[in-house]
């Protein structure tokens, strides 16, 4: 095998398994008009994966316009990226009095 191969194979590896660090999927309720948890702490790159447990319609929106989701029904999933450290205040569209807060760091 020769050098260059060898170097090509170990940082192949360490791409893989930094992506397999990085990439979570935190699973975030919406139930009983407020948003389980209220607080979300990610990683940057991991998603968050809102689901609507509710008889009534929600949507996950950010404050600053940067992410929302689609209006979900009873039992709909969105799943939305983060790819920035910072702290986002977010509400549902429909119910302004439902807020959480995501932190990405
Ligand atoms: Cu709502």
Redesign the pocket.
């Given at each position: 095998m020769t050098k260059f191969f060898k170097t090509f194979l170990t940082a192949g590896a360490a791409i893989c398994l930094a992506g397999i660090a990085q990439a979570a999927d935190i699973k975030a309720d919406i139930k009983g008009?407020a948003f389980s948890p209220a607080t979300i702490t990610v990683s940057v790159g991991d998603t968050i994966t809102f689901t609507n447990r509710d008889g009534?319609?929600?949507?996950a929106t950010a404050a600053d316009g940067s992410f929302t989701t689609a209006t979900l029904r009873k039992g709909k999933s969105e799943t939305i990226a983060f790819d920035s450290a910072g702290t986002f205040a977010f509400f549902?569209k429909?119910?302004r009095g439902?807020k959480g807060t995501i932190v990405v760091q």
């Open positions: 008009m009534a319609p929600h949507t549902c429909i119910h439902m």
